[in-house]
């Protein structure tokens, strides 16, 4: 199974994220639905004995409804407790199954934020872009 499918699975598990889908790349037109997307992946150590461990950036699409206050509220309260799961997640060492030889390190969410809004305001697309550190064992 791929990385961004691993997390995508591993989101799933997510109570906050409930019934709704959760699609590759991009989210749906209409509200409320959501995409996980890969933003970059590198290497960023070897070991001796040819461990190498890895950075991957995801970005979590939120599409929703942003014509109220209350919309608004709603989503933020939605976006803190998806991002507190996240960090509780990585507190209990609990990350995406990954390939036999991978073994999963961390899992942190960078930055979260109103990423674009519909030209008639009635709904926007926020972002919460993640981190997944993992080694590959030789």
């Known amino acids: 199974m791929s990385i961004i499918k691993s997390v995508q699975s591993f989101l799933h598990t997510c109570p906050y994220i409930a019934l709704r889908q959760i699609r590759l790349d ?7 639905n959501c995409a996980v997307a890969l933003a970059g992946n590198s290497k960023i150590s070897e070991d ?5 461990t890895y950075q991957y950036n995801f970005v979590f699409y939120v599409r929703e409804y942003t014509g109220s206050e209350a919309d608004k509220e709603g989503n933020h309260d939605f976006l ?3 991002t507190d799961w996240i960090e509780d997640q990585d507190a209990a060492e609990s990350y995406p ?9 961390s899992m942190s969410v960078s930055n979260m934020l109103l990423f674009d ?3 008639d ?8 872009q993640l981190k997944l550190i ?4 030789r």
Do not use: I
């Open 121 to 128: 305001g009635s709904a926007g697309l926020y972002q919460v």
């Open 48 to 52: 001796l004995a040819g461990n190498k």
């Open 80 to 82: 803190q407790s998806f």
């Open 134 to 137: 993992y080694t590959k064992e």
């Open 26 to 32: 991009g989210t749906e037109e209409d509200p409320s």
């Open 117 to 119: 809004v519909d030209p």
């Open 97 to 105: 199954t990954l390939a036999a030889n991978c073994v999963p390190e």
